[in-house]
């Protein structure tokens, strides 16, 4: 009985969605108020709704009711109580159920901070995602219900769930990712919303600017997450793979990262507007992309759930109303926007526009190379495999390209910088970076290569850019302390944001050429150098968990007969569906993470195994923390608060002008 | 004429839907290879395990040559299929460890069983774009004169083999049902 209400609940929401995906806008076009106000209660009621259909869904899996048939296949009696609830995310119809109250979170979240903005431009933002949220919630009713039954008779028990998934990156991996991905919609709301009303102004941006922003963070996080959890489980120490599921929330993320720059010119400057839309359009188009090639089947992929091709049409026809109609809406709408071009060859506009370019074209080879193999097939009928060489290929020069520019934007002055200002500013910090590049790598890793020369220089090109910018702006102050109060939040947050490119930069080079891995067999007493370090197998033990049987190793590490750490990586079998898995054992250090993964142990009562020793792979990650920060950051600046005063006052004003488009 | 560049991302995205469209009709789980009633590609290349190996080596019976690599979790699934398939002796199968590194497929098959007669080390990838391969894991059927007879692509579990591998190889051997 208690599914069936979850079933019931996702109609309320769907009956609730279709009232706020038309009376609101209609509203807001005829200026009725009773139906614009509706909006938000009817928000709060989607909100509740799915909210509750999501925790009826992780009762079933807490009560192991295997009359279900999402949780038959997902979880099993023996699965841990964490897991249990965490594996309502653990396939496709229950991972569309959060993806979709998440978009009601965001909903609930833009009715609450909506205060600043006009009524009529919060009903048109929470009525675009209501109509988002009532082809999510038609789509999960249609065909991919998680509260269908198991007919006639339940089975005894469940068929578990996935054991690479039984891990702590899946209780926050996906989550995470989600909300940052369907952030992007309420910035896509706004960018239609903003197409209907005619109303792009510096304020539009200012509204959809800390919502940018936040969503960006989040997704950084999320990607992030995904790839260190990757690193830790997989088992093969890589941290990207380019795999076709990978790719979308990074084209996704490239957008994202276009667009946040460019809704800071449209703020500060009041250009670049139809640009900006178009970006919010297609970085809401990469997370829709995302959904369809993990759910349609359409690539075969480690994350691809299971396919069915009636799933991957109704997508389309999602993706071809809210994409193609916003498009189209664009292409009409877009040329009314004038924007007022009042800047030179040489500025921080153009800088910026250079970034755009940068990134916009990234994402689009990524993009190509992920459906490639695909449009290939349907136009030749022929076959190709595309893999990591293309995307480095084509993706390491653009970023060098895009680091060389983030160094001189910041520094840049809007409306017009002299060339001659530049190359003053940025002499000394080129000449000093490219001594740090050559002179870092071989004072750390005591060799010379280039690669390492190449990206250590450019780290070091952001940073000292940074540096002597902050002292630019503090320049003229009394003392530095009042210089550095002086500047804002949102200053900040892209000084830190780009300090988390000099970082991951940093990592991802040194990691990329310098990791060293080595496949062993090794009895109890013996042991192995590897790089530096000495790893010894001190012996083996049997370990038993809740739902696995499996064998440990412990392997002691030492460096110049220092003791560093001892590893224990253990061989699982899984109870319920006797699939083995790897628990690889890792030290994490700031400088270099140590770690063994364990193959099966010999009839001499050897062990194989791998061992890894990866240089500043953390430095990856923890770049994207400072990007993520940066992004909260740049949110929480002071004047998207301080204005919400001064806002209402105007949105009276507003109100009235919003009748006829302003142009 | 400045007003259709507003147009043109309309143009290119429906150009990318009917493509998408198009895409779903694929069935990429029995996708045509070119190779279909053609022989195997000539290749000389090392086993996982260092030893060279060629055409030569291939079984000279009908047997399976099944795409994997240590990345792949699908792999895992279909796993327990061919390490039943090798106790029984229904079939050789020989793999291809594709795209992968030597290392990891040897520890690789150390954990999880070797149900392989020889696995083609195939580093670069090499060998799998001249197969036509889309991604591990996929599967072909190789009839006793080394000539592709079927293509499987994903994961082939008991159903698979059941439904597809078990009429097409019963064809193979003239009409002699397993």
Redesign the interface.
């Known amino acids: 009985m208690v599914p069936e209400l979850g079933s019931f609940s996702l109609i309320l929401a769907l009956l609730l969605c279709v009232i706020l995906g038309t009376l609101p806008i209609i509203g807001a076009s005829t200026n009725n108020v009773l139906w614009m106000s509706l909006a938000r209660p009817l928000s709060a009621g989607v909100f509740v709704f799915v909210g509750l259909a999501l925790a009826i869904l992780a009762y079933a899996f807490v009560t192991d009711d295997f009359s279900v048939q999402f949780v038959a296949q997902h979880s099993n009696s023996l699965l841990p109580m964490r897991y249990k609830f965490t594996a309502v995310w653990g396939g496709h119809e229950g991972s569309f159920l959060l993806w979709t109250f998440m978009l009601t979170g965001w909903m609930v979240a833009v009715s609450i901070y909506s205060n600043s903005m006009p009524l009529d431009f919060s009903s048109r933002v929470l009525g675009i995602l209501g109509m988002l949220c009532f082809s999510y919630l038609l789509f999960m009713l249609a065909t991919s219900n998680p509260f269908d039954r198991v007919v006639p008779l339940p089975p005894a028990d469940g068929a578990d769930l996935n054991s690479a998934l039984q891990d702590f990156g899946f209780i926050v991996h996906p989550p995470t990712l989600y909300m940052g991905y369907v952030g992007f919609s309420v910035v896509f709301a706004f960018a239609v919303a903003a197409l209907l009303s005619g109303r792009l102004d510096s304020a539009w941006a200012r509204w959809c600017r800390p919502w940018a922003n936040i969503s960006w963070a989040i997704l950084t996080i999320g990607i992030a997450l995904g790839s260190w959890w990757a690193y830790y489980e997989l088992g093969w120490g890589g941290w990207w793979a380019w795999d076709p599921v990978e790719n979308p929330p990074l084209i996704t993320w490239l957008f994202g990262t276009a667009l946040i720059h460019s809704l800071a010119v449209t703020e500060k400057r009041g250009v670049f507007k139809s640009w900006t839309i178009m970006l919010a359009i297609l970085a809401f188009s990469g997370s829709l992309l995302g959904t369809f090639i993990t759910r349609s089947g359409l690539l075969t992929s480690v994350h691809a759930f299971a396919s069915d091709p009636s799933r991957g049409f109704f997508i389309l026809g999602i993706l071809a109303v809210a994409i193609g109609g916003s498009l189209i809406l664009f292409a009409i709408r877009a040329p009314m926007l004038k924007s007022d071009f009042s800047f030179d060859l040489v500025s921080r506009e153009i800088f910026l526009l250079v970034n755009n370019v940068i990134l916009v074209v990234s994402a689009a080879s990524v993009f190509l190379g992920t459906l490639f193999p695909m449009v290939y097939q349907a136009v030749t009928d022929d076959l190709i495999s595309i893999g990591p060489p293309y995307f480095n290929l084509i993706f390491v020069p653009l970023m060098i390209l895009l680091v060389i520019f983030v160094g001189i934007g910041p520094i840049s002055r809007w409306k017009k910088t002299s060339v001659s200002f530049l190359i003053k500013q940025l002499t000394k910090v080129a000449l000093a970076s490219i001594a740090i590049g050559v002179a870092l790598p071989l004072v750390i890793l005591m060799e010379f290569s280039l690669p390492a020369t190449i990206a250590m220089a450019l780290a070091a090109w952001i940073v000292l850019g940074m540096v002597k910018d902050i002292a630019n702006k503090t320049a003229n102050k009394p003392d530095l302390i009042t210089g550095l109060r002086s500047l804002s939040y949102s200053y900040y947050g892209m000084q830190a944001a780009h300090f988390g490119i000099a970082l991951m930069v940093t990592g991802v080079a040194l990691t990329s050429y310098f990791s060293t891995e080595k496949s062993v067999l090794l009895d109890a007493g013996q042991s192995i150098d590897v790089g530096s370090y000495v790893f010894t197998l001190e012996g083996s033990s049997q370990v038993r968990g809740p739902n696995y049987v499996g064998d440990e190793v412990a392997m002691s590490v030492t460096k110049a007969d220092v003791p560093i750490a001892t590893l224990l990586p253990q061989r699982r079998i899984y109870i319920a569906t006797g699939t083995p898995s790897t628990e690889m054992a890792i030290d994490a250090g700031f400088l270099r993470d140590l770690f063994v993964t364990l193959g099966e142990q010999k009839e001499s009562g050897a062990w194989s195994m791998t061992i890894y020793v990866k240089p500043f792979i953390r430095w990856i990650w923890l770049g994207a923390i400072f990007m993520a920060f940066g992004g909260s950051l740049a949110a929480a600046d002071k004047r998207y608060r301080k204005l919400k005063k001064r806002a209402e006052d105007k949105a009276l004003i507003n109100a009235a002008e919003a009748l006829q488009p302003v142009s | 004429m ?2 259709f560049v ?2 043109l ?2 143009i290119v ?2 150009a990318l ?1 009917v ?8 069935d ?1 789980k029995a ?4 190779l279909i009633d053609k022989p195997m590609p000539e290749f000389a290349l090392t086993t996982v395990d260092g030893e060279e190996v060629t055409n030569v080596d291939l079984p000279d019976q009908i047997f399976l040559l099944n795409i994997w690599g ?5 792999c ?1 699934i279909e796993h ?1 299929t061919f390490m039943r398939l090798a106790e029984e002796g229904e079939i050789p199968v020989v793999g291809v460890n594709y ?1 992968d590194r ?3 497929a ?2 690789w098959l ?3 069983g070797n149900p392989f007669e020889f696995s083609i080390l195939d580093e670069s ?1 090499r060998f ?2 001249d197969l ?4 591990a894991p996929e599967t072909y059927l190789v009839d006793s004169d080394g000539v592709i007879r079927y293509r499987h ?2 994961v082939l579990d008991e159903s698979v083999w059941r439904e597809e591998f078990i009429p097409a190889i019963a064809e193979l051997r003239g009409g002699v049902s397993l």
């Open positions: 400045t007003r507003f147009f991302p309309v995205f429906f839907a493509l998408l469209w198009q895409g779903l009709f694929l990429t996708l045509p290879s070119m240590s990345y792949c979790l699908p895992l327990p795209r030597q290392g990891l040897v520890n150390g954990e999880n990838g799998g774009i036509g391969v889309y991604g692509v994903s």
